[in-house]
């Protein structure tokens, strides 16, 4: 099984930036397609972007051109990043990562609140 716990989030003003992380350990494998969903009070949790094995990247259209994800391997545990630069107000939501394909979901793990505010 997989653990996945979720941090960097915060509150921020439009235009700033965050960077979230993602710990996951246990079977690591599990973790070659990886992404970042978002889940907006009162609405669906959406993926917004995904990183598959060595480097395809996806990104939603609302957030393409701001976050960047990207990953970083060691032996027993992987961390996926999502770089947030120019945040909006309609960024806020709470932040998950889990697999990116659908079919394949792992448990979810606590989420990260993000809220862009002035």
């Known amino acids: 099984q997989v653990q996945l716990v979720e941090s960097g989030g915060g509150l921020v003003q439009p235009g700033g930036s965050l960077r979230l992380s993602c710990a996951a350990s246990?079977?690591?494998?599990?973790?070659?397609?990886m992404g970042w969903y978002r889940q907006a009070p009162g609405k669906q949790r959406e993926l917004v972007a995904s990183?598959?094995?060595?480097?395809?990247?996806?990104?939603a259209d609302s957030v393409k051109g701001r976050f960047i994800i990207s990953r970083d391997n060691a032996v027993n545990t992987v961390t996926v990043y999502l770089q947030m630069n120019d945040l909006k107000p309609e960024d806020t939501a709470v932040y998950y990562c889990?697999?990116?394909?659908?079919?394949?979901?792992?448990?979810w793990g606590p989420g990260t609140q993000v809220t862009v505010s002035s």
């Open positions: 990183i598959f094995g060595g480097g395809d990247l996806n990104y």
């Open positions: 246990g079977n690591i494998f599990r973790t070659l397609f």
């Open positions: 889990n697999d990116a394909r659908a079919a394949y979901l792992l448990p």
